[in-house]
């Protein structure tokens, strides 16, 4: 990949690299990285960002493809006192390709698991699929009651795709976040929204809201309490 490039005086755009002077660099925005993956805050250094912009960014996995989904915004003390990894470059028209190219395998692998956790009646439920952008390992996300001998399926998935297979046992909680749907609200759910991680949630935090201790008003639609 092409390193991060560097520019002097007012701000301008060339190609799909849109840059500025040091007096709006080291605005933060938001973004989410991967299909699954947690919304981060990441350093816009010399690029301008916008809500919906596609760009790389650097993961302890490599290489990811991330979605900005915030606007850019000036960081809090707390925020300047660490340092945010910058984001790596613009997304480009290749990239875009792989992403796509992900896409369409993470759907064949996934009906192709399917297909097979039925033939041999696994006592596992297939939530879905993520490629990482550089290729290099699938990881496929179930939720079963307790172990499940998933090494026959990662033998098929290996001969039919060539590529390293991770199987990932999740919770409710990340299956609902996955899935998505909508809340009692009527809108989105919160952890498919906004959320980036799960705190634990007890029942003592309901009784200090004064809330009903109805178990079908104060749970969400993983069966746990409300985030």
């Known amino acids: 990949p092409n390193p991060l490039p560097h520019f002097g005086g007012e701000g301008r755009v060339r190609g799909n690299l849109r840059c500025v002077d040091k007096l709006v660099m080291n605005k933060i925005v938001d973004i989410l990285i991967g299909k699954y993956g947690k919304i981060q805050s990441f350093d816009s250094g010399h690029f301008v960002l916008q809500k919906g912009d596609k760009v790389l960014v ?10 900005v989904c915030s606007e850019p915004k000036v960081p809090k ?54 490629c990482l952008f550089d290729g290099s390992k699938t990881i496929v996300y179930f ?33 609902a976040k996955m899935v998505g749907g909508l809340g009692a609200c009527g809108r989105q ?17 309901a009784k200090e809201q004064n809330l009903s201790l109805n178990p079908s008003k104060i749970s969400g639609m993983c069966g746990r309490l409300m985030c």
């Not at 993961?59 to 991330?66: D, L, S, Y």
């Not at 759907?107 to 439920?125: G, H, L, N, Q």
């Not at 499940?148 to 991770?166: A, G, N, S, Y």
Request: net charge neutral; proline share 3%; with cysteine.
């Open 58 to 67: 650097e993961t302890e996995q490599g290489p990811a493809f991330g979605v």
């Open 77 to 130: 003390e707390e925020v300047k006192e660490r340092s945010l990894q910058q984001v790596f470059r613009m997304a480009n028209e290749e990239d875009m390709e792989r992403q796509r190219k992900n896409c369409k395998q993470e759907r064949d692998v996934y009906d192709f698991c399917y297909m097979k956790i039925k033939e041999r009646a696994m006592p596992m439920s297939l939530v879905g699929v993520e």
């Open 143 to 175: 939720t079963a009651d307790g172990r499940v001998d998933f090494r026959e399926l990662v033998k098929d998935l290996v001969q039919k795709f060539h590529t390293r297979i991770e199987m990932r046992q999740i919770g409710v909680r990340h299956q």
């Open 189 to 205: 759910l919160c952890c498919t929204s906004f959320l980036s991680g799960f705190e634990p949630v007890s029942i003592k935090m």
